[in-house]
């Protein structure tokens, strides 16, 4: 080997060399880059980390802060947060055991009953459920509303339901809404048909009282609203209502003699006090009685009196007995319980040959009897014994008690009015009949201080008790429907109708209105139907009209106005 090739590879060598101490330097350098990434990287991440474990404290503080807060609230002002519970006392005891920490005890004298506050937050959480289950929810609901479309700009009676000017296409749900809004707007309702409406403006003891009923006003309250509003009874009350002139509403009913009509005129019909039981009695000698019901008007029982064609038959206010007369000088009293005719008369000092005519005073207490030469005979109903007379100047031919049974008025051939005192046996009051030469018929009603007056020439006047007797002399009105003689008057129960008759003449009925005075223009019925008046009477409550006639028939009617027989 030659020395220049020793050289070269020993300068090769070093090159070598030399190369390999630069690839040693260079490795080390990247590594001393690498680590100080990695140094600055921790140093970002350590900054997070406690910057976030700042964040979580801050957290946790303002969590421990709130519950101190809740905490201090839940000891002033009850458990509203933490509501206090039971069972874990035991645990909690032994855990302040453990801290060694004396300051608290745990009272265990409740044992599972609940705390006032834990029963206040149940008040609240069944407050709740109740308001939930008020909120009503729809039966049904159509899907179609959300994917229909609605011009409302189209139709003109639509273009209400815009809220802006250039609106025009509103989706299916919204249109219903809108014409909810409008018909509640158009016709707003009423308070007190809402189920979930409570009265607004009462304090908390008022409210207590309407929970059982409703205060309509001060000291006065209205019970069981609920009841109430399921029923109308005595909420539409016909009884008291007024009954308007004009047209009187009826109707006519089966006859109330259909199962045994009379084989001549009817002279007397009335209506015992239950409504429910009529007699009716004339010349064929027969008393009958009948069950009113307006469809069968069943026959009950009838009695015959071989020796008396019956001129008028009348119960007792009572109810208790029948009076029957006619034209002799006794007359019979039937008892009702007994079904037993008690024959009395002739009446002790009296010469009378006949007792046709009497009324029944409204306490059951007397029955006066039509006398001769003027004489008004007062016979006990109890004993049936006169007890009494009272002396006309003129002849006496009809006779009406007071509604109290203490007074008795009089008319008769002098065309004067009586008024006697029952109780004194005297006259307190005479008056003059406008117009009047011979009276006929007297009626007094039932309630109030009216009372009429019928003559032989038709005329009828009506009066006011106290005016009468303070001297006016002018009657209220004066009713000249009727052209021949007044035989028979009758007020209803409330006095808002006057019935006025004569036997003389067919279809010889009126039926005046008395708050106005003024006469039914549909009554009577055409076609004559009435045939010759003789008798009439109104069922206590006013709902049954019974009118005998010469006929032998009872024609029975009912006046609409009135709900009750």
Known sequence: MSLISQNASTKDRAKNLKREGIADLSPSKETKDIQESRNSDSDVSSHKRKKRRREAEEKLMQVQEDNEMKKLENFLFGSLYFPVEFGNEDDELKNELDKGSTQFIVDRSAGSALSVYEEDVELLEEVDDEMENKQRKPAWVDDEEERTNINIAKVNRLRKLRKEEEETIISGTTYVSRLRAQHAKLNPGTEWAQLDSRAKGYSSDEESELDSGIVASPGVKVQGADDILRTDEELIVKNGAKLLPGILEYSRLIDANVEDPSNGPINSVQFHRNAQLLLSAGFDRKLRFFQIDGKRNTKIQSVFLDDCPIRKASFLPDGSQ??????????????????????????????????????????????????????ILLVSSKTKTLIGTLKMNGTVR????????????????????????????????????????????????????????????????????????????????????????????????????????????????????????TVFSNWPPPNRTLHYPRGLDFSPGGGFMAVGNAAGKVLLYKLHHYHHA
């Open 398 to 517: 009809s006779l009406a008690f007071t509604e109290d049974g203490d007074q008795l008025l009089s008319s008769g051939g002098d065309g004067q009015i009586y008024h006697w005192d029952l109780r004194t046996r005297t006259c307190f009051h005479k008056g003059a009949d406008e117009g009047c030469i011979n009276g006929t018929a007297l009626s007094s009603a039932p309630i109030g201080n009216l009372f009429a007056a019928g003559s032989g020439s038709g005329i009828v006047n009506v009066y006011n008790r106290e005016e009468f007797l303070g001297g006016k002399r002018k009657p209220l009105k004066t009713i000249e429907n009727l052209t021949t003689q007044v035989d028979f008057m009758k007020f209803n129960h409330d006095a808002q109708i006057l019935a006025v008759c004569s036997s003389m003449k067919k279809n010889s009925l009126k039926l005046i209105h008395i708050p106005s005075f």
């Open 322 to 375: 029948v009076i029957v007369s006619g034209r002799r000088k006794f007359f019979y009293s039937f008892d009702l319980v007994k079904a037993k005719f008690d024959k009395i008369g002739p009446l002790t000092g009296r010469e009378e040959k006949s007792l046709e005519v009497f009324e029944v005073s409204p306490n059951s207490r007397m029955i006066a009897f039509l006398g001769n030469e003027g004489y």
